[in-house]
């Protein structure tokens, strides 16, 4: 049989065996009045294991292509074309095709362990639940009635709470806005994929930070952008670069994370951020303000976003109780009119509207004393719970790694200041029962780690980073 495996394809070798048998059945080089061969004899023929023959084999019976025998060997089907018999989907061709894109396999990898066993999770961006807000909401349930509709709401949301989101960002954010100027959308996730489904087209350059949270998402090599990166300094990204890389390729949209970056947990300093809003309204650039942690500076004092800065219109700014409360899944856009509505036209395409329900309890928190003691107290634990980190990664690596100490947010970026395999430590860890992100998946050089420190209690994140330490250790 004329036939080798490309080894170095991304294709998977059984595969690439079902593709050749598949097209020799439809040219006739595999007559349909003779056996095929058996699995054993060519596995041998082509020098491969009997699995891989068995997989190529499964591949072709599950598409009607060939039928197998007991004492009589593997056949071509002689219904091939399913006129008498019913065929099953190739659901692995059509998983495949898909234009929508997986996530990366090591954030699914993280995700699945994190689900399936009880590690220390150090890789989670979810609160830990003693630091959701479950006795206001409960309260909130129980002594307030429902005051909304159960049919379908306004394309952009509920016209009260949009009304609450306005006097919140004026009030905690410093931006000022109306209920017409904001979106409500299923967590800043879905946000995301609006502005980049709806306001960009394959081909559009576009910048992100580097190493980015952002960079991680499949959105946008689904969308088929052109990402240009920034490199991120102890004060974020350099305005500089920005023009720079507008010159060469004449960017569509930038989107930052200026307040406590994912995941390096940087703070754009202010005349950064007035820089880059120079840049975007001489040359109208867009950006995109992805701000879910501006209300968790433990100084204490107001952090301004890039939006509250912006006299001219040019940011989209997008937010969330995620951090606070993720089962809400209430985010939202806020941003000119006329992109607001084709943002919400969007929406409604896809799921006609948010849960009145959910609108109704977030829009009852957000307007109640609650919410404002509800951060002060989250700030101060996660204040903590970033001192115990740090004290962590002092007393059990030490000179072994080095990181700039966040004011905010829920990230740490670790620098290992040694040559490690990345796998082989990831691996190490979840043997220990600790799991984290490594760096490479946020765009970043090899050699860096995310730690999250929202998850775990300060006694859980001492041992993970321990049992992190031990890890690193035995791959010496």
Not at 71 to 77: A, D, L, Q, Y
Not at 105 to 117: S, T, W, Y
Not at 421 to 433: A, D, P, V
């Amino acid at each position: 049989m004329d036939w080798k495996p490309d080894r170095k394809a991304k294709k998977a070798i059984y595969k690439q065996l079902a593709a050749f048998l598949e097209n020799g059945i439809a040219d006739g080089t595999f007559p349909p009045d003779k056996p095929l061969p058996s699995e054993r004899n060519l596995a041998k023929e082509l020098g491969l294991n009997r699995s891989t023959v068995v997989a190529a084999y499964d591949e072709l019976e599950s598409n009607g292509l060939i039928q197998r025998k007991r004492g009589s060997g593997t056949t071509i089907s002689k219904d091939i074309w399913g006129i008498t018999k019913k065929r099953i989907p190739s659901w692995n061709r059509y998983i495949e095709a898909g234009s929508f894109l997986p996530n990366l396999p090591v954030n699914q990898r993280i995700r699945k362990e994190a689900i399936e066993h009880e590690l220390i999770n150090l890789a989670s961006g979810e609160l830990s639940e003693d630091l959701f807000p479950v006795a206001f909401l409960r309260e909130i349930t129980a002594t307030r009635s429902f005051i909304g509709s159960l049919g379908y709401d306004h394309p952009q949301g509920s016209a009260i709470l949009r009304e609450t989101i306005a006097e919140h960002v004026k009030n905690y954010r410093g931006i000022e806005a109306n209920a017409s100027s904001i979106l409500v959308t299923s967590g800043a996730q879905q946000a995301l994929h609006l502005v980049v489904q709806c306001l960009l087209k394959p081909g559009d350059a576009v910048v992100l930070e580097e190493p980015s949270y952002h960079y991680s998402l499949p959105i946008f090599k689904t969308a088929g952008l052109k990402p240009y990166f920034l490199s991120m300094g102890k004060n974020g990204i350099n305005p500089d670069e920005l023009m720079s890389l507008h010159k060469k390729h004449r960017i569509r949209m930038i989107f930052l994370n200026p307040s406590f970056q994912n995941p390096t947990g940087t703070l754009l300093h202010d005349d950064q951020k007035k820089a880059i809003l120079k840049l975007s309204s001489e040359h109208g650039i867009p950006v995109v303000e992805d701000d879910p942690y501006s209300l968790m500076a433990f100084a204490g004092k107001p952090v301004a976003s890039l939006k509250s800065m912006d006299v001219h219109g040019n940011v989209l700014y997008i937010s969330s109780l995620s951090k606070v409360a993720s089962g809400l899944r209430i985010g939202w856009i806020i941003g000119p009119k006329s992109v607001i509505e084709r943002l919400a036209d969007a929406k409604q395409q896809i799921d006609f509207g948010h849960s009145s329900f959910t609108q109704w309890i977030a829009n009852d928190f957000l307007e109640s004393h609650h919410f404002h003691c509800h951060m002060k107290g989250l700030v101060k634990e996660l204040e903590k719970r970033r001192d115990q980190i740090v004290a962590s990664l002092k007393f059990y690596l030490g000179n072994d790694v080095s990181f700039n100490i966040p004011q905010g947010g829920i990230h740490l970026w670790c620098k290992i200041n040694k040559d490690f395999n990345e796998i082989q430590l990831l691996e190490e860890s979840i043997k220990r029962g600790v799991i984290y992100v490594p760096g490479s998946t946020m765009g970043s050089e090899k050699g860096f780690v995310r730690f999250t420190f929202a998850r775990e209690k300060e006694k859980l994140i001492n041992e993970g980073i321990k049992r992190f330490a031990d890890a690193l250790n035995s791959l010496y």
